[in-house]
């Protein structure tokens, strides 16, 4: 039996939504409500309902097609009981740094949140260099948790494969196969590029080795079940502050391979150690980069210790994982380069930079370090080496 306030599918707006949360009990009925739609994602409704006065709640509603398309493109509302489901699983192993789901109702395709607007976007704070001390420590624990709780390491089978079917989610991956992995590296209609690029794309989809590591990449993305992934960890996936971190919009949530995770969000720290101009400000990029690095293997080899899988014990397989972990990040991390500079959806990293000779270098940057990242993932054997390989395209 369904405990949704409706019968029925329909999109909310500023006034339907406040009668939901009276519904829902959020609010006393007699409440002076206010609220906006503040949603500046590419999919999903956001709304930010508040009592003067008291905490205000987010209410996330999924919409039957892309937001930042329109109509054209019809997307299953069903990845909001995906989001709202892989929330509930993180804050079990990630407590702190997701935030608190309050209801979720699958008919409406909307969750119900905590309000984090007291922190920052993270991709915002960078930009503006906030500091963030705990980031490392914050996103190397929520990778090492999630990645391993959901994985074959930890879980036995039946439970592991009930998730892997609970998180099927082939239209969003649907997005990132094209998205991510293919049409960047062809001349795609989706791609948004300024033609000063062209150059540059070219000799991308004329390589054809590039082109083959890219394939070896997407088949690991499309074939290999092996934990539970965020999905789509870029930095305005995080909201931050000095102290606080907490990992947002898991709407693309599956089982795939553990270094997508951390390649995308080594990706969208590398944006700022490509733009920003200081060497400081790089090398404080690149410290966050390799802190996270260790932080997620020390924690994944500490978690490790406890598993009851009997090839866990044997010599080696551990370092294999994280060895493989480790180099597929590089290789995921480079086509995020590429995809977030020439593809559909861009970031304000790079975007954001007013004067175009400036934007132009760093984009000529992101993709020639974004080819070095995939051709050359395998001959990196340690964190240092590749932020020595990102310092070098970066500067
Ligand atoms: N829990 C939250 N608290 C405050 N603001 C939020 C929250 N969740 C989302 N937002 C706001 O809505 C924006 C879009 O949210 P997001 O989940 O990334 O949507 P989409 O799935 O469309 O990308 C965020 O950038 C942020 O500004
Ligand atoms: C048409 S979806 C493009 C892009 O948007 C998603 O990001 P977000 O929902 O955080 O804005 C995802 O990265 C998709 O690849």
């Not at 690029?197 to 499309?222: C, G, H, Q, R, Y």
């Not at 996936?237 to 553990?258: L, M, R």
Request: overall charge negative; charged content about 25%.
């Amino acid at each position: 039996m369904s405990l949704s306030p409706v019968s029925s599918y329909q999109p909310l707006n500023e006034q339907t939504v406040k009668e939901l949360a009276f519904k829902l009990n959020f609010f006393e009925e007699d409440a002076d409500l206010s609220c906006q739609e503040i949603g500046d994602g590419n999919l999903n409704l956001v709304f930010q309902i508040s009592e003067k006065g008291k905490n205000a709640i987010i209410i996330k509603q999924a919409l039957p097609y892309a937001k930042v398309v329109g109509e054209s493109w019809p997307l299953t509302v069903d990845r909001a009981r995906i989001e709202a489901d892989a929330l509930k699983l993180q804050q079990i192993h990630a407590p702190d740094l997701v935030p608190q789901v309050f209801h979720s109702d699958e008919l409406l395709a909307v969750t119900v949140m905590e309000d984090l607007s007291s922190l920052n976007i993270l991709r915002t704070g960078l930009i503006n260099r906030n500091p963030f001390p705990y980031l490392a420590e914050h996103i190397g624990t929520f990778l090492a948790n999630t990645l391993y709780f959901t994985s074959d390491y930890a879980l036995h089978p039946f439970k592991k494969k009930e998730y892997v079917k609970n998180f099927s989610n082939p239209e969003l991956c649907k997005i990132t196969e094209d998205l991510v992995f293919t049409d960047p590296f062809f001349n795609s209609e989706t791609n948004d590029f300024e033609e000063e690029l062209l150059p540059l794309l070219k000799d991308l989809w004329n390589n054809f080795t590039l082109k083959l590591e890219v394939a070896k990449l997407k088949k690991s993305f499309i074939t290999e079940s092996e934990a539970l992934l965020h999905g789509d960890l870029h930095t305005g996936s995080i909201f931050a502050d000095e102290n606080q971190t907490k990992v947002i919009d898991p709407e693309f949530a599956f089982y795939g391979p553990i270094g997508f995770d951390i390649g995308q969000f080594f990706a969208n720290l590398t944006f700022q150690a490509i733009t920003r101009e200081d060497t400081e400000g790089k090398e404080e990029i690149l410290t966050i980069l390799s802190d996270t690095w260790n932080v997620f293997s020390e924690t994944f080899s500490q978690h490790w210790q406890e598993s009851g899988d009997a090839y866990t014990k044997v010599n080696g397989y551990l370092e294999y994982v994280l060895n493989k972990a480790f180099q597929d990040s590089a290789g995921f991390s480079g086509c995020e380069l590429i995809r977030r500079t020439a593809g559909l959806a861009h970031v304000a990293d790079l975007d954001g930079i007013p004067e175009k000779d400036k934007r132009l270098n760093a984009k000529r940057k992101s993709l020639s370090l974004g080819r070095e990242l995939i051709l050359n993932r395998h001959t990196l054997s340690s964190i240092g080496e590749l932020t020595q390989l990102i310092r070098k395209h970066s500067s």
